[in-house]
């Protein structure tokens, strides 16, 4: 029995996953278990930031592993007071709660905002606005608050979900707002919803709107954030900042490690007793955060990002409007999207066959969230793959 036909009697099957058994990497290549070589530009779900093989990112996990990886949150470790100092100066906040991923810190963020209106007033059935065509994650908590009835159905009671609002329409998240609502919860650059940044006066508004009804903002950045927006959090170039901000994915470029991070306003929310983890902050996973954040300010990582990312703007411009296939071309930097006119999963599977990693956002969205220490020849080889793939699908749909 072959791996594949392992995989498919051992494993649940919770995803359709490509026939392809990913075995090493080096720099922004995988290679599979039979040799062939893959051009990564999902980066693991845009997590693996620094790519493949960083030497100090591997060195720091193994000094750690020779020291301790785990002692339970009975006790401080030194990595995580470190890590966390790091993550509060990066974001300008002023408390952090490790996780173990994304979805974990959507939930502690949750739990902050439904706390901190709880102690103003206990006697309210609080509630939340997201946005539609958000995703926040698969437990119930974040599911309640993922704008997408597709992963609630079987899941979730409608009373249980958030009321959504439409992305970008401020006035429709105003209309919203009652004195039940406790927070309001948006990515600041949609991801899985198709690749959508906020628009300035949709995200100053909903931090205006927040101060006005004393409600607590979260931003989800667990995929944009970590400088793929070309700053280290992509509301800096907002000029607002959250009541709670929750990151993940490259905050441990593959170590499986979240966060919630608080403003002063509701740092306080949460008390001993309130919120807990087994596991989140351990040193492990803290020293990967830590070297993550040393790795990105010696090797000018968001300076590099915001160069190679007008590159990969350029590029993907261009192929756009050569191609009667694509619609429109979205995002930021190192977070892109290319909207087509017709399902994208073929095509992915034409480029994972000549070498190409790509993923999905949605039935016909393509996503490019590379690993940030991409080249401008690696856009040029990504984009070459893609035109060669994209001219074969087109003769495909004109049978």
Same mark, same amino acid.
């Given at each position: 029995?072959?791996q594949?036909?392992?995989?498919?009697?051992? =494993?649940?099957?919770?995803?359709?996953?490509?026939?392809?058994?990913?075995?090493?990497?080096?720099?922004?290549?995988?290679?599979?278990?039979?040799?062939?070589?893959? /051009?990564?530009?999902?980066?693991?779900?845009?997590?693996?930031?620094?790519?493949?093989g960083?030497?100090a990112?591997?060195?720091?996990?193994?000094?750690?592993?020779?020291?301790?990886?785990?002692?339970?949150?009975?006790?401080?470790?030194?990595?995580?007071?470190? *890590?966390?100092?790091?993550?509060?100066? *990066?974001?300008?906040?002023?408390?952090?709660?490790?996780?173990?991923?994304?979805?974990?810190?959507?939930?502690g963020?949750?739990?902050? #905002?439904?706390?901190?209106?709880?102690?103003?007033?206990?006697?309210?059935?609080?509630?939340?606005? *997201?946005?539609? $065509?958000?995703f926040?994650?698969?437990?119930?908590?974040?599911?309640?608050?993922?704008?997408?009835?597709?992963?609630? &159905?079987?899941?979730?009671?409608?009373?249980?979900?958030?009321? /959504?609002?439409?992305?970008?329409?401020?006035?429709?998240?105003?209309?919203?707002?009652?004195?039940?609502?406790?927070?309001?919860?948006? &990515?600041?650059?949609?991801?899985?919803?198709?690749?959508?940044?906020?628009?300035?006066?949709?995200?100053?508004?909903?931090?205006? !709107?927040?101060?006005?009804?004393?409600?607590? =903002?979260?931003?989800?950045?667990?995929?944009?954030?970590?400088?793929?927006?070309?700053?280290? @959090?992509?509301?800096?170039?907002?000029?607002?900042?959250?009541?709670?901000?929750?990151?993940?994915?490259?905050?441990?470029?593959?170590?499986?490690?979240?966060?919630?991070?608080?403003?002063?306003?509701?740092?306080?929310?949460?008390?001993?007793?309130?919120?807990?983890?087994?596991?989140?902050g351990?040193?492990?996973?803290?020293? #990967? +955060?830590?070297? +993550?954040?040393?790795?990105?300010?010696? $090797?000018?990582? +968001?300076e590099?990002?915001?160069?190679?990312g007008?590159?990969?703007?350029?590029?993907?411009?261009?192929?756009?409007?050569?191609?009667p296939?694509?619609?429109?071309?979205?995002?930021?930097?190192?977070?892109?999207?290319?909207?087509?006119?017709?399902?994208? *999963?073929?095509?992915i599977?034409?480029?994972?066959?000549?070498? /190409?990693?790509l993923?999905?956002?949605?039935?016909?969205?393509?996503? @490019?969230?590379?690993?940030? +220490?991409?080249?401008?020849?690696?856009?040029?080889?990504?984009?070459?793959?893609?035109?060669c793939? !994209?001219?074969?699908?087109?003769?495909?749909?004109?049978?």
């Open positions: 029995m072959d594949l036909q392992q995989a498919e009697q051992v =494993m649940l099957k919770t995803y359709n996953r490509f026939p392809v058994v990913l075995d090493r990497g080096e720099g922004v290549f995988l290679y599979d278990t039979d040799g062939k070589k893959y /051009l990564d530009f999902g980066a693991g779900i845009a997590v693996c930031a620094l790519g493949y960083n030497e990112y591997k060195n720091a996990l193994k000094d750690q592993i020779d020291r301790l990886t785990h002692t339970s949150n009975l006790y401080y470790n030194a990595p995580a007071i470190e *890590a966390a100092q790091k993550l509060l100066d *990066a974001s300008g906040l002023d408390k952090v709660f490790f996780t173990n991923s994304g979805t974990e810190a959507v939930e963020a949750l739990k902050v #905002a439904l706390k901190y209106a709880y102690n103003k007033d206990p006697n309210k059935d609080y509630q939340f606005i *997201a946005m539609k $065509q958000s926040h994650g698969r437990s119930l908590g974040s599911l309640s608050v993922t704008g997408n009835p597709h992963y609630q &159905e079987a899941f979730l009671r409608k009373d249980f979900c958030a009321v /959504l609002a439409d992305y970008n329409d401020l006035s429709d998240v105003e209309a919203k707002i009652t004195d039940t609502t406790c927070g309001i919860i948006l &990515e600041t650059i949609q991801g899985e919803g198709g690749i959508h940044p906020a628009e300035p006066e949709f995200i100053r508004g909903i931090r205006k !709107l927040c101060d006005e009804h004393d409600i607590v =903002m979260i931003l989800d950045e667990i995929q944009c954030g970590m400088g793929r927006s070309g700053t280290m @959090f992509a509301y800096e170039q907002y000029g607002v900042k959250p009541d709670v901000l929750t990151c993940a994915k490259a905050l441990g470029c593959g170590v499986p490690v979240g966060a919630f991070v608080t403003a002063e306003k509701c740092s306080s929310a949460l008390v001993p007793g309130d919120h807990g983890t087994t596991y989140g351990n040193p492990l996973a803290a020293a #990967a +955060v830590s070297a +993550v954040f040393d790795i990105y300010r010696e $090797q000018h990582l +968001v590099h990002v915001r160069e190679v007008a590159y990969l703007t350029e590029k993907l411009e261009e192929l756009a409007q050569a191609s296939l694509i619609k429109e071309r979205r995002g930021i930097h190192l977070i892109q999207g290319l909207e087509f006119t017709i399902p994208v *999963a073929p095509l599977r034409k480029c994972l066959e000549h070498g /190409l990693i993923i999905s956002a949605g039935t016909n969205v393509i996503r @490019f969230v590379p690993p940030l +220490v991409i080249t401008k020849e690696d856009v040029d080889s990504m984009i070459r793959i893609l035109e793939c !994209l001219k074969e699908e087109a003769i495909e749909n004109k049978k």
